[in-house]
Nanobody, 125 residues
Framework: QVQLVESGGGLVQAGGSLSVSCAAS????????MGWFRRAPEKEREFVAR????????YYADSVKGRFAISRDSAKDAVYLQMNSLKPEDTAVYYC??????????????????WGQGTQVTVSS
């Protein structure tokens, strides 16, 4: 079972940028899909972005498209989420997730079977 640990959250002003990272213990193989989800206060967890480990194919939620970028480093078994032009509504706990199953486009919580503990991102107005 893959274990995931997020890092890099923090406080940033609206319009600023922040990057969060996810380190995986246990080898990530080509069949994996890695995702980022978030849960804002008093809201349910929602999909943000995902990337296929082998091809690097990405998919984004409409709310972050053009502002966020997901990437992976296969040598480090790590996934990153670069967040630009941040808005107060991006404030949330951001979770990294991994799966070797699920169905395209891999945007549902149920597609993923390994989760990190989350890292807080706060965007001030």
């Amino acid at each position: 079972q893959v274990q995931l640990v997020e890092s890099g959250g923090g406080l940033v002003q609206a319009g600023g940028s922040l990057s969060v990272s996810c380190a995986a213990s246990g080898r990530i193989f080509s069949g994996y899909v890695m995702g980022w989800f978030r849960r804002a206060p008093e809201k349910e967890r929602e999909f943000v972005a995902r990337i296929t480990w082998s091809e690097g194919a990405t998919y984004y939620a409409d709310s972050v498209k053009g502002r966020f970028a997901i990437s992976r480093d296969s040598a480090k078994d790590a996934v990153y989420l670069q967040m630009n032009s941040l808005k107060p509504e991006d404030t949330a706990v951001y979770y990294c997730a991994a799966t070797r199953r699920g169905t395209y486009p891999y945007t549902s919580i149920g597609d993923y079977d390994a989760w990190g503990q989350g890292t807080q991102v706060t965007v001030s107005s």
